[in-house]
């Protein structure tokens, strides 16, 4: 997990607050159909990102289990 990953999905969380913010100012012709696609997006992305942190630990503890 790169920091540029994780600077990414950090965005990515965070985009849904903006385009809501976005919206409501009347900024960017932003509307409902937007904030809804960023909260998808986001919800998606931390899905993604919570089960290939599992599989990458799941790897680790079955390495650490093989015995030399």
Avoid: R
Avoid at 40 to 62: D, G, I, P, R, W
């Amino acid at each position: 997990f790169t920091y540029e990953a994780a600077k990414s999905l950090n965005e990515t969380v965070n985009a849904p607050e903006t385009a809501m913010t976005d919206m409501l100012e009347g900024n960017n012709g932003t509307d409902i159909h937007d904030v809804i696609t960023a909260i998808n997006k986001a919800e998606l992305s931390v899905t993604v990102t919570t089960q290939v942190m599992t599989k990458v630990v799941q790897a680790y503890e079955k390495i650490m289990n093989i015995q030399v």
